[in-house]
């Protein structure tokens, strides 16, 4: 199959965000939210959203709604009285950011699992998890993954809440107890189960485990790696020191609300900065002015990351994210814009707490 270019993934995100707006918006179909919101904006999106360059009609989307609105108000027509699961966003303290799914988590990762490379995340091959679970999504879909291609997963309990909270406190000691309980338990299932040749951490637990066995010796050969920020000098040191240059690195950004972008193979010029692009046409990642955010910064610059997020599951037009990233130029393998070297927004202006990403 031919890859699309620029122009092609263009056409195809816009006719994507009509049909999805139409789902939204339509009384049939449509979200009670979203319908409700429309009847108070006065116009109509369903009739009026011809693209994606119209989604700065609407406002940023607010994260608080996800944390005050009964999650019911957020179940399109179509899905009502179908149960659905209910998953949190990541680290943060205090009342969560909730999002719906049915299938979403599911075909996210279905469509992930068609770009790994099975020389290093073989066919059939278990997998560990040594991650945030609890009521994230990513306990589901990491096991759904493993599923997809013929294995089994093993899981490591981990709240990222907990870490959070204690590294905010200053209980540095506490923390690493904690992150060395949870360390101990990944080691063990490794040493006394066998066949597990895929691991998904984050970069501060997968150096943990690495400063306590050898990763590839344990007999991982593929490495699936999330977390918001990756330093040039962090990647490099995870490849060559941890992995030993003898298993893949595949590092991903993503979250409960976008799903997950994918990382363009890493190239010499590249110097190690990592690029993420987009699931796109289900969700679509702008660069922009954090001072003038109806404008995306040119190639090269760096800005706040904007995520729409585009399925019939959830509408969730300009949001915010708490990072900013360098705008990529598109590629061949994804036609879109990409973000580089994505990190904490203001990050080099205030401290952040980022716990066990």
């Not at 049915?102 to 091959?125: M, N, Q, V």
Request: net charge negative; with cysteine.
């Amino acid at each position: 199959m031919n890859t699309p270019d620029p122009s092609q993934a263009a056409a195809a995100l816009d006719e994507h965000v009509r049909e999805i707006v139409r789902w939204h918006f339509s009384p049939e179909t449509g979200t009670p939210f979203w319908l409700d919101w429309a009847a108070q904006a006065g116009w109509n999106p369903a009739d009026e959203i011809q693209g994606a360059a119209d989604l700065k009609r609407f406002p940023h989307f607010q994260d608080d709604w996800l944390r005050d609105e009964q999650n019911e108000r957020w179940v399109p027509k179509s899905y009502a009285g179908k149960p659905f699961h209910i998953f949190e966003t990541g680290g943060t303290t205090g009342m969560p950011k909730q999002r719906l799914s049915w299938e979403d988590h599911k075909i996210d990762y279905s469509e992930f699992s068609e770009t790994l490379d099975d020389r290093f995340f073989p066919r059939g091959a278990k997998w560990l998890m040594l991650g945030p679970t609890g009521p994230r999504r990513l306990r589901l879909a990491i096991e759904h993954l493993a599923n997809v291609r013929g294995g089994s997963c093993y899981h490591v309990d981990l709240d990222p809440r907990w870490v959070v909270k204690l590294l905010g406190e200053k209980r540095l000691d506490l923390a690493n107890e904690y992150k060395d309980h949870v360390i101990h338990q990944a080691v063990t299932i490794l040493k006394h189960r066998t066949d597990i040749r895929c691991l998904f951490t984050t970069p501060k637990l997968l150096e943990a485990l690495g400063d306590r066995i050898s990763v590839p010796e344990a007999g991982i050969t593929g490495v699936f790696c999330g977390g918001t920020s990756m330093t040039p000098q962090m990647v490099r040191f995870l490849t060559e020191e941890i992995l030993e240059n003898r298993a893949a690195f595949v590092p991903t950004y993503g979250n409960v609300l976008m799903g997950l972008a994918c990382s363009r193979p890493l190239a010499p010029e590249d110097n190690w900065s990592v690029t993420y692009y987009a699931p796109q046409p289900r969700a679509m990642l702008c660069v922009v002015d954090p001072k003038n955010t109806e404008r995306d910064v040119d190639y090269g610059a760096v800005g706040r990351v904007e995520l729409s997020t585009l399925t019939r599951e959830l509408f969730m037009p300009r949001f915010l994210e708490r990072d900013e990233a360098v705008r990529r130029p598109p590629c061949e393998q994804f036609p879109w814009d990409g973000v580089g070297d994505v990190r904490p927004f203001g990050q080099l202006e205030k401290k952040v707490v980022e716990g066990v990403y």
